[in-house]
T-cell receptor, first 114, second 113 residues
Framework: AQSVSQHNHHVILSEAASLELGCNYSYGGTVNLFWYVQYPGQHLQLLLKYFSGDPLVKGIKGFEAEFIKSKFSFNLRKPSVQWSDTAEYFCAVNSGGGADGLTFGKGTHLIIQP | KAGVTQTPRYLIKTRGQQVTLSCSPISGHRSVSWYQQTPGQGLQFLFEYFSETQRNKGNFPGRFSGRQFSNSRSEMNVSTLELGDSALYLC????????????FGQGTRLTVV
């Protein structure tokens, strides 16, 4: 069975700081990888996704993530965070064939202090 | 383009009762997935329907069931409710499911008392 591990449950940063949220997954085959964000009071939204090709993927709002196959990792990064980035961030994976639902990590609660 | 609509938004039920939640996917989307979100377990996959057929199922007891109609709208049913079923139930729709982008609804907050 697949599993996803997000290392940091709570992260507090100041505006303009750089961000890196860790995500590791366990699955032996081909995977599709996703980062979702949930702003306070809003629904889950897709930040970015990786299916194949360039392991560095760029998403919305200046976020990017790098797929490192040898490390089973898909870390999320942003060079300079803003107060509006305060939200819950979820890493998710499903098998490459897409034959199953998404397996989510437990989430990282990010708080940006002005 | 309207998003994923889930009804009702909030629900309070008594232990032992059953409940039905509804999800209307984005127009043209044929895949609907359901997830349970709780503080302790996080987001867990319940099942996925595509063209009225259940394609995948997560690790939940048989009390959790669902169906999809010809217009792609989906319902999930939980019978013999337990206190532990209190959660936010999320519906996600996608064009064909699998690795295509899933769009989530606001969820139905179910409280079992």
């Amino acid at each position: 069975a697949q599993s996803v591990s997000q290392h940091n449950h709570h992260v507090i940063l100041s505006e303009a700081a750089s961000l890196e949220l860790g995500c590791n997954y366990s699955y032996g085959g081909t995977v599709n990888l996703f980062w979702y964000v949930q702003y306070p009071g809003q629904h889950l939204q897709l930040l970015l996704k990786y299916f194949s090709g360039d392991p560095l993927v760029k998403g919305i709002k200046g976020f990017e993530a790098e797929f490192i196959k040898s490390k089973f990792s898909f870390n999320l990064r942003k060079p300079s965070v803003q107060w509006s980035d305060t939200a819950e961030y979820f890493c998710a994976v499903n098998s490459g064939g897409g034959a199953d639902g998404l397996t989510f990590g437990k989430g990282t609660h990010l708080i940006i202090q002005p | 383009k309207a998003g994923v609509t889930q009804t009702p938004r909030y629900l309070i039920k008594t232990r032992g009762q059953q409940v039905t939640l509804s999800c209307s996917p984005i127009s043209g989307h044929r895949s609907v997935s359901w997830y349970q979100q709780t503080p302790g377990q996080g987001l867990q996959f319940l099942f996925e329907y595509f063209s009225e057929t259940q394609r995948n199922k997560g690790n939940f007891p048989g009390r959790f069931s669902g169906r999809q109609f010809s217009n792609s709208r989906s319902e999930m049913n939980v019978s013999t409710l337990e206190l532990g079923d209190s959660a936010l139930y999320l519906c996600a729709s996608s064009a064909i499911g699998g690795h295509t982008e899933a769009f989530f609804g606001q969820g139905t907050r179910l409280t079992v008392v």
